[in-house]
């Protein structure tokens, strides 16, 4: 069974630009949840969706938006990049979601903004 | 928001040495998950804990959920150059959000 993929791995963007990233589940999994990584702030959960509907939400900006289509797959948007938006974003599927229900993560995209 | 300590945050040591990294939160949690992280990729799931006092052995690592499902700890035995990584513990609270550690960065020296 193919793991989960995220694409693109690298991404350079400007300041003030906007970005879509994209993430596929394990096939059969209806959770997605996204997270940031950064050096000083650890890895921090962004939000999950769930057939096609956002469940939880973490604390960060309106600028961090997300969908989830009726295959699974899951996209994350960033508009107005600031430099503190760099960092490595990843995303994880799961069979349901949930405390009780294994997270499998993708490599993640390495976003950089100057 | 639910803070989960972990230490040490580094941890430098000889191949064959033993060695243990603890997870610690004054919340509770309705399970704990323990992830390895090598650089550039997505953390790979080790191990999940649901039961207070649950102890599950995956080879040369034990992972132990606290009574109280506050914290949990991880030991290696016979550490290898392989173990190298950072090491997360991730809770789950009943909302069923995830709550990562702050991490500990692990090098085993040939």
């Known amino acids: 069974k193919a793991g989960v993929t995220q694409t693109p791995r690298y991404l350079i963007k400007t300041r003030g630009q906007q970005v879509t990233l994209s993430c596929s589940p394990i096939?059969?999994?209806?959770?997605v949840s996204w997270y940031q990584q950064t050096p000083g702030q650890g890895l921090q959960f962004l939000f999950e969706?769930?057939?096609?509907?956002?469940?939880n939400k973490g604390n960060f900006p309106g600028r961090f938006s997300g969908r989830q289509f009726s295959n699974s797959r899951s996209e994350m948007n960033v508009s107005t990049l600031e430099l503190g938006d760099s960092a490595l974003y990843l995303c994880?599927?799961?069979?349901?979601?949930?405390?009780?229900?294994?997270?499998?993560f993708g490599p993640g995209t390495r976003l950089t903004v100057t | 928001t639910q803070l989960l300590e972990q230490s040490p945050q580094f941890l430098s040591i000889q191949e064959g040495e033993n060695l243990t990294v603890y997870c610690n939160s004054s919340?509770?949690?309705?399970?704990l998950q323990w992830y390895r992280q090598e650089p550039g990729e997505g953390p790979v799931l080790l191990v999940t804990?649901?039961?207070?006092?649950e102890v599950k052995k995956l080879k040369r690592l034990t992972f132990q959920f606290g009574d109280a499902r506050k914290d949990s700890s991880l030991h290696i035995t016979a550490a290898q150059p392989g173990d190298t990584g950072l090491y997360l513990c991730a809770g789950a609270d009943t909302g069923n959000q995830f709550y990562f550690g702050t991490g500990t960065s692990l090098t085993v020296i040939p």
């Open positions: 096939s059969g999994h209806r959770s």
């Open positions: 994880a599927s799961s069979l349901r979601g949930g405390g009780s229900y294994e997270q499998y």
């Open positions: 969706y769930f057939s096609e509907t956002q469940r």
């Open positions: 804990v649901v039961t207070g006092g």
């Open positions: 919340s509770v949690f309705s399970s």
